[in-house]
């Protein structure tokens, strides 16, 4: 059974950074993409960027409102994908969820909250 | 970025109801179309990909279809565990979602 679990959301001031995790299980992580997709409470759904795996490049993607601030990276040792924010903003402030990437995202985790706010 | 508008923003009805749920796109996404059902503090489930391919353990009163701009989902006869917010998705050019519309009990 594929499991993904985040964590790593808390309370954090403008200007701050944080790092989310996502650890993955039931299926072979390391060949499999991922993506972050956020929400923003009481709205709607909005991709936030994906890796490729390593024997694709590793390489990243990101949507246009945190390019140059967040970065998406993954160890595929540990099973465990992550989200660095830096230079938080209160539009920010979402539910952050990973799912496996191809599409269609058919693997949610529950979700990690963060909320940015002075 | 492509676009996604759906319509209704807010579909009340009754159980037993059939509903239908519009997706529109600003530029063709050719099939390249999902649609999720998120129930409040739940992550989005996949119902329909490829506009009309049903995920792995989606009953049959759910469906899809369209291409090119505009899609529609529709549930055949309304069930009390279907009233939740449904998101329309492309993967045609990046990731976009659609508003959501949230089914509601009439």
């Known amino acids: 059974e594929v499991r993904l679990v985040e964590s790593g959301g808390g309370l954090v001031k403008p200007g701050g950074s944080l790092r989310l995790s996502c650890a993955a299980s039931?299926?072979?992580?390391?060949?499999?993409?991922m993506s972050w997709i956020r929400q923003a409470p009481g709205k709607g759904l909005e991709w936030v960027g994906r890796i490729r795996s390593k024997t694709e490049g590793g390489t990243t993607d990101y949507a246009a409102p945190v390019k140059g601030r967040f970065t998406i990276s993954r160890d595929d040792s540990k099973h465990t994908l992550y989200l660095q924010m830096n230079s938080l903003k209160t539009e920010d402030t979402a539910v952050y969820y990973c799912?496996?990437?191809?599409?269609?995202?058919?693997?949610w985790g529950q979700g990690t909250l963060v909320t940015v706010s002075s | 970025e492509i676009v996604l508008t759906q319509s209704p923003g807010t579909l009340s009805l009754s159980p037993g109801e059939r509903a239908t749920l519009s997706c529109r796109a600003s530029?063709?996404?050719?099939?390249?179309l999902a649609w999720y059902q998120q129930k409040p503090g739940q992550a989005p489930r996949l119902l329909i990909y490829d506009a009309s391919s049903r995920a792995t353990g989606i009953p049959a009163r759910f469906s899809g279809s369209g291409s090119g701009t505009d899609f529609t989902l529709i549930i055949s006869s309304l069930e009390p565990e279907d009233f939740a917010v449904y998101y329309c998705h492309q993967r045609s050019s990046w990731y976009t979602f659609g508003q959501g519309t949230k089914l509601e009990i009439k």
């Open positions: 799912t496996t990437d191809p599409w269609p995202f058919d693997n």
């Open positions: 039931g299926f072979t992580f390391s060949n499999i993409w």
């Open positions: 530029q063709s996404v050719s099939n390249y």
